[in-house]
Protein backbone atom coordinates (compact mmCIF):
# COMPACT_ATOMS: atom_id res chain seq x y z
CA UNK A 1 0.00 0.00 0.00
CA UNK A 2 1.49 3.54 -0.20
CA UNK A 3 -0.09 6.89 -1.68
CA UNK A 4 -3.40 5.92 -0.41
CA UNK A 5 -3.39 9.66 1.72
CA UNK A 6 -1.78 11.69 -0.82
CA UNK A 7 -2.41 15.40 -0.80
CA UNK A 8 -4.28 15.02 2.72
CA UNK A 9 -3.17 17.20 5.99
CA UNK A 10 -3.80 14.64 8.94
CA UNK A 11 -3.42 15.60 12.47
CA UNK A 12 -1.98 13.19 14.38
CA UNK A 13 -2.97 13.84 18.57
CA UNK A 14 -0.53 11.96 20.92
CA UNK A 15 -2.33 11.54 24.50
CA UNK A 16 -0.46 10.50 27.32
CA UNK A 17 0.28 6.37 27.50
CA UNK A 18 3.02 4.01 27.24
CA UNK A 19 1.49 3.02 23.74
CA UNK A 20 2.16 6.70 22.62
CA UNK A 21 5.86 5.51 21.30
CA UNK A 22 3.53 3.39 18.88
CA UNK A 23 2.29 6.52 17.66
CA UNK A 24 5.90 7.61 15.77
CA UNK A 25 5.61 4.18 13.91
CA UNK A 26 1.96 5.42 12.68
CA UNK A 27 3.08 8.75 11.72
CA UNK A 28 6.24 7.50 9.62
CA UNK A 29 3.16 4.76 7.86
CA UNK A 30 0.69 7.81 7.63
CA UNK A 31 3.80 9.78 6.04
CA UNK A 32 4.56 6.63 3.33
CA UNK A 33 0.79 6.88 2.04
CA UNK A 34 1.30 10.13 1.10
CA UNK A 35 -0.19 12.40 3.88
CA UNK A 36 1.07 15.94 5.42
CA UNK A 37 0.72 14.74 9.18
CA UNK A 38 1.16 17.49 11.88
CA UNK A 39 1.63 16.52 15.65
CA UNK A 40 -0.64 17.70 18.37
CA UNK A 41 0.24 16.25 21.90
CA UNK A 42 -1.66 16.28 25.39
CA UNK A 43 0.52 17.25 28.66
CA UNK A 44 0.76 13.78 29.50
CA UNK A 45 2.43 12.59 26.26
CA UNK A 46 5.38 14.32 26.91
CA UNK A 47 5.96 12.46 29.53
CA UNK A 48 6.13 9.63 27.56
CA UNK A 49 8.08 10.70 23.97
CA UNK A 50 9.45 13.58 23.44
CA UNK A 51 8.44 16.28 21.17
CA UNK A 52 11.45 16.00 19.05
CA UNK A 53 10.91 12.64 17.97
CA UNK A 54 7.95 13.50 16.22
CA UNK A 55 9.21 17.10 14.77
CA UNK A 56 12.11 15.01 13.36
CA UNK A 57 9.83 12.64 11.86
CA UNK A 58 7.51 15.03 10.59
CA UNK A 59 9.40 17.87 9.93
CA UNK A 60 7.20 20.03 11.20
CA UNK A 61 6.66 21.84 14.90
CA UNK A 62 5.06 19.65 16.96
CA UNK A 63 1.82 21.53 18.91
CA UNK A 64 2.09 21.01 22.27
CA UNK A 65 1.94 24.32 24.49
CA UNK A 66 -1.08 26.36 24.20
CA UNK A 67 0.59 29.42 26.09
CA UNK A 68 4.02 29.26 24.92
CA UNK A 69 5.32 32.40 22.87
CA UNK A 70 3.30 31.64 19.41
CA UNK A 71 5.80 32.16 16.41
CA UNK A 72 4.93 31.86 12.88
CA UNK A 73 5.81 28.08 12.98
CA UNK A 74 3.23 27.32 15.25
CA UNK A 75 0.56 29.69 13.90
CA UNK A 76 1.00 27.61 10.55
CA UNK A 77 0.63 24.89 12.52
CA UNK A 78 -2.65 25.75 13.91
CA UNK A 79 -4.02 27.01 10.50
CA UNK A 80 -3.22 23.59 9.43
CA UNK A 81 -5.16 21.95 12.21
CA UNK A 82 -8.47 24.10 10.88
CA UNK A 83 -7.88 22.94 7.27
CA UNK A 84 -6.62 18.80 8.22
CA UNK A 85 -9.00 16.51 6.64
CA UNK A 86 -8.93 14.19 9.43
CA UNK A 87 -7.76 14.52 13.32
CA UNK A 88 -6.14 10.88 14.74
CA UNK A 89 -6.24 10.77 18.37
CA UNK A 90 -3.75 7.64 19.07
CA UNK A 91 -3.43 6.56 21.68
CA UNK A 92 -6.56 8.25 23.42
CA UNK A 93 -6.15 7.67 27.44
CA UNK A 94 -9.14 7.47 29.49
CA UNK A 95 -8.31 11.34 30.41
CA UNK A 96 -7.72 12.88 27.33
CA UNK A 97 -11.29 10.62 25.84
CA UNK A 98 -13.03 12.38 28.94
CA UNK A 99 -12.15 15.71 27.66
CA UNK A 100 -13.03 14.96 23.88
CA UNK A 101 -16.31 14.06 25.18
CA UNK A 102 -16.95 17.02 27.82
CA UNK A 103 -15.22 19.64 25.69
CA UNK A 104 -12.82 20.62 28.09
CA UNK A 105 -9.56 22.53 26.60
CA UNK A 106 -6.45 22.50 28.68
CA UNK A 107 -3.69 21.63 26.90
CA UNK A 108 -2.50 22.00 23.21
CA UNK A 109 -4.14 17.98 21.96
CA UNK A 110 -7.76 19.02 23.89
CA UNK A 111 -7.65 22.81 22.81
CA UNK A 112 -7.02 21.77 18.77
CA UNK A 113 -9.59 18.97 19.52
CA UNK A 114 -12.60 21.94 20.85
CA UNK A 115 -11.53 23.62 17.87
CA UNK A 116 -11.42 21.51 15.00
CA UNK A 117 -15.02 20.65 13.26
CA UNK A 118 -13.97 17.95 10.65
CA UNK A 119 -13.28 14.21 10.96
CA UNK A 120 -11.80 12.29 14.00
CA UNK A 121 -10.88 8.95 14.22
CA UNK A 122 -10.11 7.77 17.82
CA UNK A 123 -8.23 5.18 19.23
CA UNK A 124 -8.06 4.28 22.84
CA UNK A 125 -5.63 2.45 24.72
CA UNK A 126 -5.24 2.04 28.48
CA UNK A 127 -5.43 -0.60 31.34
CA UNK A 128 -8.34 -2.88 31.37
CA UNK A 129 -9.84 -1.59 34.13
CA UNK A 130 -9.71 1.56 33.11
CA UNK A 131 -11.48 0.52 29.55
CA UNK A 132 -14.10 -1.54 31.31
CA UNK A 133 -15.01 1.64 33.87
CA UNK A 134 -19.04 3.10 32.98
CA UNK A 135 -17.62 6.61 32.97
CA UNK A 136 -15.19 5.83 30.02
CA UNK A 137 -17.67 3.67 27.74
CA UNK A 138 -20.16 6.08 28.64
CA UNK A 139 -17.63 9.18 27.59
CA UNK A 140 -16.53 6.73 24.41
CA UNK A 141 -20.64 6.43 23.67
CA UNK A 142 -21.09 9.94 23.71
CA UNK A 143 -17.98 10.14 20.84
CA UNK A 144 -19.79 7.70 18.74
CA UNK A 145 -22.97 9.10 18.88
CA UNK A 146 -21.20 12.85 17.19
CA UNK A 147 -19.95 10.97 14.70
CA UNK A 148 -16.10 10.11 15.99
CA UNK A 149 -15.03 6.90 14.71
CA UNK A 150 -13.27 4.82 17.13
CA UNK A 151 -11.02 2.55 16.55
CA UNK A 152 -11.79 -0.37 19.32
CA UNK A 153 -8.91 -1.56 21.05
CA UNK A 154 -7.57 -5.20 21.24
CA UNK A 155 -7.56 -7.91 24.24
CA UNK A 156 -4.12 -8.96 24.73
CA UNK A 157 -1.35 -8.76 27.12
CA UNK A 158 -1.11 -4.65 28.54
CA UNK A 159 1.79 -2.80 29.54
CA UNK A 160 1.22 -3.49 33.37
CA UNK A 161 1.28 -7.17 33.32
CA UNK A 162 -2.01 -8.18 32.82
CA UNK A 163 -4.52 -9.61 30.33
CA UNK A 164 -7.81 -8.00 29.17
CA UNK A 165 -9.48 -4.97 26.43
CA UNK A 166 -7.60 -2.04 26.60
CA UNK A 167 -4.22 -2.75 24.37
CA UNK A 168 -4.14 -0.13 21.33
CA UNK A 169 -5.27 -1.42 17.95
CA UNK A 170 -2.39 -2.97 15.50
CA UNK A 171 -1.09 0.05 13.54
CA UNK A 172 -2.37 -1.28 10.29
CA UNK A 173 -6.01 -1.84 11.38
CA UNK A 174 -5.62 2.11 12.42
CA UNK A 175 -4.00 3.09 9.39
CA UNK A 176 -6.73 1.15 7.16
CA UNK A 177 -9.28 3.02 9.38
CA UNK A 178 -8.04 6.18 8.41
CA UNK A 179 -7.69 5.53 4.37
CA UNK A 180 -11.40 4.06 5.16
CA UNK A 181 -12.19 7.37 6.45
CA UNK A 182 -11.63 9.20 2.53
CA UNK A 183 -12.75 6.14 0.96
CA UNK A 184 -16.70 6.41 1.52
CA UNK A 185 -18.23 5.10 -1.59
CA UNK A 186 -21.93 6.24 -2.17
CA UNK A 187 -23.08 3.30 -3.72
CA UNK A 188 -26.45 2.81 -1.47
CA UNK A 189 -27.09 7.09 -1.62
CA UNK A 190 -30.75 6.74 -1.53
CA UNK A 191 -31.49 2.92 -0.97
CA UNK A 192 -33.79 2.27 2.21
CA UNK A 193 -32.08 -0.88 4.37
CA UNK A 194 -33.25 -2.62 7.03
CA UNK A 195 -30.67 -4.18 9.21
CA UNK A 196 -31.79 -6.18 12.16
CA UNK A 197 -29.49 -6.74 14.73
CA UNK A 198 -28.52 -7.92 18.34
CA UNK A 199 -30.43 -10.93 20.38
CA UNK A 200 -33.97 -11.35 21.22
CA UNK A 201 -35.51 -11.82 25.08
CA UNK A 202 -38.67 -14.13 25.34
CA UNK A 203 -40.28 -13.73 28.45
CA UNK A 204 -40.68 -16.50 30.88
CA UNK A 205 -42.75 -13.90 33.43
CA UNK A 206 -42.23 -10.45 34.71
CA UNK A 207 -38.34 -11.21 35.61
CA UNK A 208 -36.99 -13.99 33.70
CA UNK A 209 -36.51 -14.76 29.98
CA UNK A 210 -34.93 -16.72 26.99
CA UNK A 211 -32.08 -14.74 25.39
CA UNK A 212 -28.81 -15.43 24.15
CA UNK A 213 -24.95 -14.20 23.30
CA UNK A 214 -25.38 -11.85 20.86
CA UNK A 215 -24.05 -8.63 21.45
CA UNK A 216 -25.24 -6.53 18.68
CA UNK A 217 -22.42 -5.48 16.96
CA UNK A 218 -22.02 -6.72 13.72
CA UNK A 219 -25.43 -5.65 13.29
CA UNK A 220 -24.76 -2.00 14.36
CA UNK A 221 -21.65 -1.86 11.92
CA UNK A 222 -23.37 -3.42 9.17
CA UNK A 223 -26.52 -0.02 9.84
CA UNK A 224 -23.68 2.57 10.78
CA UNK A 225 -21.16 1.57 7.53
CA UNK A 226 -24.56 1.49 5.36
CA UNK A 227 -25.76 4.98 6.34
CA UNK A 228 -21.91 6.16 5.60
CA UNK A 229 -22.24 4.94 1.94
CA UNK A 230 -25.53 7.06 1.67
CA UNK A 231 -28.18 4.36 2.60
CA UNK A 232 -31.44 5.15 4.66
CA UNK A 233 -31.02 2.59 7.05
CA UNK A 234 -33.82 1.66 9.52
CA UNK A 235 -31.73 -0.62 12.11
CA UNK A 236 -34.05 -3.15 13.62
CA UNK A 237 -32.62 -3.90 17.14
CA UNK A 238 -33.33 -6.00 19.90
CA UNK A 239 -32.21 -5.59 23.48
CA UNK A 240 -27.74 -4.75 23.23
CA UNK A 241 -25.79 -2.18 25.42
CA UNK A 242 -24.72 -0.62 21.94
CA UNK A 243 -25.88 3.23 20.69
CA UNK A 244 -27.51 3.77 17.96
CA UNK A 245 -25.27 5.20 15.15
CA UNK A 246 -25.70 9.05 14.05
CA UNK A 247 -28.09 9.26 11.47
CA UNK A 248 -30.04 6.32 11.11
CA UNK A 249 -33.43 5.63 12.64
CA UNK A 250 -33.24 3.07 15.48
CA UNK A 251 -36.80 0.75 16.19
CA UNK A 252 -36.23 -1.42 19.28
CA UNK A 253 -37.79 -4.19 20.18
CA UNK A 254 -37.53 -7.03 22.92
CA UNK A 255 -39.03 -10.31 21.53
CA UNK A 256 -38.74 -12.27 18.26
CA UNK A 257 -42.73 -11.42 17.28
CA UNK A 258 -42.03 -7.82 18.23
CA UNK A 259 -39.36 -8.23 15.67
CA UNK A 260 -41.20 -9.81 13.25
CA UNK A 261 -43.82 -6.76 13.14
CA UNK A 262 -41.50 -4.27 12.63
CA UNK A 263 -39.81 -5.87 9.90
CA UNK A 264 -43.24 -6.94 8.26
CA UNK A 265 -44.22 -3.17 8.54
CA UNK A 266 -40.83 -1.71 6.70
CA UNK A 267 -40.40 -4.47 4.53
CA UNK A 268 -42.27 -3.31 1.41
CA UNK A 269 -40.45 0.06 1.34
CA UNK A 270 -36.89 -1.77 1.20
CA UNK A 271 -34.36 -2.43 -1.23
CA UNK A 272 -32.10 -4.97 1.09
CA UNK A 273 -33.24 -6.14 4.59
CA UNK A 274 -29.87 -7.85 6.29
CA UNK A 275 -30.69 -10.34 9.20
CA UNK A 276 -28.15 -9.69 11.70
CA UNK A 277 -30.25 -10.57 14.62
CA UNK A 278 -29.80 -13.35 16.72
CA UNK A 279 -33.84 -14.08 16.53
CA UNK A 280 -34.33 -16.91 19.11
CA UNK A 281 -36.13 -20.11 17.55
CA UNK A 282 -38.14 -21.26 21.26
CA UNK A 283 -40.23 -18.99 23.68
CA UNK A 284 -42.22 -20.01 26.60
CA UNK A 285 -45.52 -21.21 25.91
CA UNK A 286 -47.41 -19.65 28.19
CA UNK A 287 -46.22 -15.91 30.08
CA UNK A 288 -46.73 -16.13 33.77
CA UNK A 289 -48.44 -12.95 34.74
CA UNK A 290 -46.40 -13.22 38.66
CA UNK A 291 -43.00 -14.43 39.10
CA UNK A 292 -43.08 -18.49 38.97
CA UNK A 293 -42.14 -19.86 42.22
CA UNK A 294 -38.78 -22.21 42.19
CA UNK A 295 -40.46 -24.82 43.78
CA UNK A 296 -43.32 -25.03 41.34
CA UNK A 297 -43.48 -28.64 39.85
CA UNK A 298 -39.96 -29.52 41.19
CA UNK A 299 -38.69 -26.79 38.83
CA UNK A 300 -40.19 -28.83 35.41
CA UNK A 301 -41.76 -25.47 34.66
CA UNK A 302 -40.79 -24.48 31.05
CA UNK A 303 -42.50 -25.66 28.07
CA UNK A 304 -41.45 -24.10 24.81
CA UNK A 305 -43.18 -23.54 21.37
CA UNK A 306 -41.62 -22.43 18.05
CA UNK A 307 -41.14 -19.15 17.83
CA UNK A 308 -42.13 -17.35 13.88
CA UNK A 309 -38.98 -17.51 11.28
CA UNK A 310 -39.16 -14.15 10.21
CA UNK A 311 -37.36 -14.74 7.11
CA UNK A 312 -38.98 -17.99 6.05
CA UNK A 313 -42.16 -15.97 6.08
CA UNK A 314 -40.57 -13.02 4.26
CA UNK A 315 -39.51 -15.14 1.61
CA UNK A 316 -43.21 -15.25 0.25
CA UNK A 317 -43.55 -11.47 0.15
CA UNK A 318 -40.19 -10.35 -1.56
CA UNK A 319 -40.80 -8.23 -4.17
CA UNK A 320 -37.60 -7.01 -6.12
CA UNK A 321 -35.47 -6.70 -2.13
CA UNK A 322 -31.93 -8.39 -1.76
CA UNK A 323 -32.69 -10.49 1.64
CA UNK A 324 -29.79 -11.68 3.22
CA UNK A 325 -28.89 -13.38 6.10
CA UNK A 326 -26.51 -14.72 8.53
CA UNK A 327 -25.86 -18.50 9.92
CA UNK A 328 -23.88 -19.05 12.83
CA UNK A 329 -22.63 -22.57 13.13
CA UNK A 330 -20.61 -24.70 15.22
CA UNK A 331 -20.12 -27.59 13.22
CA UNK A 332 -21.08 -28.09 9.20
CA UNK A 333 -20.67 -24.54 9.04
CA UNK A 334 -20.84 -24.58 4.84
CA UNK A 335 -23.48 -27.29 4.89
CA UNK A 336 -25.96 -25.87 7.59
CA UNK A 337 -25.58 -22.18 5.87
CA UNK A 338 -26.32 -23.20 2.16
CA UNK A 339 -28.92 -25.36 3.42
CA UNK A 340 -30.61 -22.15 5.16
CA UNK A 341 -29.76 -19.83 2.22
CA UNK A 342 -31.89 -22.18 -0.15
CA UNK A 343 -34.70 -22.72 2.80
CA UNK A 344 -35.18 -19.26 3.30
CA UNK A 345 -34.96 -18.12 -0.28
CA UNK A 346 -32.07 -15.47 0.77
CA UNK A 347 -29.90 -13.81 -2.03
CA UNK A 348 -26.46 -14.26 -0.05
CA UNK A 349 -25.78 -15.64 3.72
CA UNK A 350 -23.16 -15.05 6.01
CA UNK A 351 -21.88 -18.10 7.53
CA UNK A 352 -19.43 -17.98 10.52
CA UNK A 353 -17.94 -20.45 13.15
CA UNK A 354 -18.68 -19.88 16.06
CA UNK A 355 -16.89 -22.59 17.78
CA UNK A 356 -14.01 -20.44 17.17
CA UNK A 357 -12.49 -18.36 19.83
CA UNK A 358 -12.03 -14.77 19.74
CA UNK A 359 -14.37 -14.34 16.89
CA UNK A 360 -18.56 -13.96 16.87
CA UNK A 361 -20.45 -13.06 19.74
CA UNK A 362 -19.27 -9.67 21.14
CA UNK A 363 -15.89 -9.38 19.85
CA UNK A 364 -14.75 -6.69 17.19
CA UNK A 365 -13.89 -8.98 15.26
CA UNK A 366 -15.35 -11.55 12.54
CA UNK A 367 -14.10 -14.84 10.51
CA UNK A 368 -16.81 -15.20 7.84
CA UNK A 369 -18.09 -16.84 4.31
CA UNK A 370 -20.16 -15.48 1.91
CA UNK A 371 -22.56 -17.72 0.08
CA UNK A 372 -24.74 -16.35 -2.97
CA UNK A 373 -27.52 -18.24 -4.36
CA UNK A 374 -25.87 -19.15 -7.26
CA UNK A 375 -23.33 -20.70 -4.61
CA UNK A 376 -20.36 -18.11 -5.23
CA UNK A 377 -18.87 -18.61 -1.96
CA UNK A 378 -16.17 -16.23 -0.82
CA UNK A 379 -13.76 -17.02 1.89
CA UNK A 380 -12.89 -14.24 4.26
CA UNK A 381 -10.14 -14.11 7.45
CA UNK A 382 -10.48 -12.74 10.50
CA UNK A 383 -10.96 -8.99 10.44
CA UNK A 384 -12.55 -6.24 12.19
CA UNK A 385 -16.68 -6.02 12.05
CA UNK A 386 -16.73 -2.69 10.25
CA UNK A 387 -14.35 -3.92 7.59
CA UNK A 388 -16.74 -7.00 6.95
CA UNK A 389 -19.18 -4.93 7.34
CA UNK A 390 -18.36 -2.85 3.88
CA UNK A 391 -17.29 -6.36 2.32
CA UNK A 392 -20.50 -7.08 2.67
CA UNK A 393 -22.26 -3.75 1.27
CA UNK A 394 -20.28 -4.47 -1.62
CA UNK A 395 -22.33 -7.85 -2.53
CA UNK A 396 -25.22 -6.48 -1.81
CA UNK A 397 -24.91 -2.66 -3.62
CA UNK A 398 -23.95 -5.26 -6.65
CA UNK A 399 -26.92 -7.18 -5.96
CA UNK A 400 -29.60 -4.18 -6.10
CA UNK A 401 -27.64 -2.85 -9.00
CA UNK A 402 -27.93 -6.22 -10.78
CA UNK A 403 -31.36 -6.47 -9.51
O1 LIG B 1 -31.98 -21.03 11.16
P1 LIG B 1 -31.17 -19.98 11.81
O2 LIG B 1 -31.82 -19.41 13.02
O3 LIG B 1 -29.76 -20.36 12.08
O4 LIG B 1 -31.09 -18.84 10.68
C1 LIG B 1 -30.39 -17.68 10.89
C2 LIG B 1 -30.92 -16.54 10.05
O5 LIG B 1 -32.35 -16.54 10.11
C3 LIG B 1 -30.47 -15.22 10.59
O6 LIG B 1 -30.30 -14.32 9.53
C4 LIG B 1 -31.61 -14.81 11.51
O7 LIG B 1 -31.70 -13.40 11.64
C5 LIG B 1 -32.83 -15.38 10.79
N1 LIG B 1 -33.90 -15.83 11.70
C6 LIG B 1 -35.18 -15.35 11.54
N2 LIG B 1 -36.18 -15.75 12.39
C7 LIG B 1 -35.93 -16.67 13.35
C8 LIG B 1 -34.64 -17.19 13.51
C9 LIG B 1 -33.65 -16.74 12.67
O8 LIG B 1 -35.39 -14.54 10.64
N3 LIG B 1 -36.92 -17.04 14.14
Not at 1 to 11: A, D, E, Q, T
Not at 13 to 29: C, T
Not at 151 to 158: D, Q
Not at 316 to 343: C, M, P, Y
Amino acid sequence: MSGNLKGKNIVLGVSGGISAYKSADLLRLLMKEGATVKVAMSANAKKFITPLTFRALSGSPVYQNVFEEIGDDAMEHIRFAEQADLMAVVPASANSIAKMAHGLADDALSTLFVSFSGKVLVAPAMNDKMYSNPAVTENINKLKSRGIFIVEPEYGKLACGAEGKGRLAELEIILKEIIAQFCQKADLAGKKIIVTAGPTREPIDPVRFISNRSSGKMGYAIASEASKRGGEVTLISGPTNLVSPPGIETLYCECAEEMRRLVFDKFSQCKALIMTAAVGDFSPENYEENKIKKNLNGGNVLKLKRNPDILSEIATRKDGQIVVGFAAESENVFENALEKLQKKSMDLIVANNIAKPEIGFGSDYNEATFIKKDQQIRYLDRMPKTELANLLLDEIAELIEVG
